[in-house]
Nanobody
């Protein structure tokens, strides 16, 4: 079955960096778009970044210039490089592809 497993969440200070990973299995990963979403406490889940099967990328305005999404089809993995982190980036980050979601990984930005 389809599985998406996120990792890389941590506690980091403002201005710091993290790299999240989403490892996929159970489907032909290279043919599918992959998305990162996040959900902060008390807020709706929002789309953060997307990468198409061909490599085209899109970002939410709030993370443009700070976050970079990439994929390694040989590893069935998508990455989210997050730089210049802000307090408001604190959230659970979820990976999505096809109609499936991962379990999420917690990112906490705190001084």
């Amino acid at each position: 079955q389809v599985q998406l497993v996120e990792s890389g969440g941590d506690v980091v200070q403002p201005g710091g960096s993290l790299r999240l990973s989403c490892e996929a299995s159970g489907f032909a990963f290279r043919f599918f778009d992959v998305h990162w979403h996040r959900q902060a406490p008390g807020k709706q889940r929002e789309l953060v970044a997307s990468i198409a099967s061909g490599g085209a990328t899109n970002y939410a305005d709030s993370v443009k210039g700070r976050f970079t999404i990439s994929r390694d089809n040989s590893k069935s993995t998508v990455y989210l490089q997050m730089n210049s982190l802000k307090l408001e980036d604190t959230a659970v980050y979820y990976c999505r592809s096809t109609a499936d979601w991962g379990q999420g990984t917690q990112v906490t930005v705190s001084s």
